[in-house]
């Protein structure tokens, strides 16, 4: 068995993407009960968080109609669960990401799951607050990171937050 607190992190980007009310959009995971999450994925050589961020959004969600606003001033890590399924927990520790805050400027019907290669199969605006509650729980202390760095940045860039 590997000793995996010697794996290096995947480098990789998240996005808060969040509407003109201040509601960040989370999708749920293809198969997974109550499995939550903002849009995320890895970075690829030679990538910018930036650029890899609007590829995971049209990767993910089939489009990419945002506006960055913000991101986070430094890397936020987690580390796999032993039990995750799969490969990739042989060759990363966890994950390191940067984040993200997006407005979208597209329209609700811009937002396609049904993308090349789905990862999720539903989709909702939640209230800021509500994001961590809904997340799997080995990521909730990143996300509790990323709301508290982000959230306000969120809560002013919206139309709600400047009202």
Not at 43 to 50: K, L
Not at 153 to 163: L, N, P
Request: net charge negative; glycine share 10%.
């Amino acid at each position: 068995m590997t000793d995996r607190s010697t794996l290096p992190y995947r480098p990789c980007v998240g996005i808060m993407m969040f509407n003109d009310e201040g509601r960040v959009f989370v999708a749920k995971r293809i198969g997974m009960s109550e499995a939550w999450q903002m849009p995320q994925g890895g970075i690829d050589d030679g990538e910018s968080p930036r650029q890899a961020g609007l590829r995971e959004l049209e990767e993910e969600i089939g489009t990419s109609a945002v506006e960055i606003v913000a991101e986070t001033a430094g890397w936020i890590d987690y580390d796999f669960p032993p039990d995750i399924p799969g490969r990739i927990k042989n060759k990363w520790r966890g994950q390191r990401q940067k984040w993200l805050a997006c407005r979208f400027t597209g329209r609700h019907e811009d937002i396609d799951l049904a993308t090349e290669h789905p990862e999720f199969d539903d989709w909702k605006w939640v209230e800021i607050p509500s994001v961590v509650a809904l997340i799997v729980p080995f990521k909730r202390a990143s996300y509790e990171a990323v709301v508290a760095e982000l959230g306000p940045v969120v809560r002013g860039a919206s139309r709600r937050g400047s009202d």
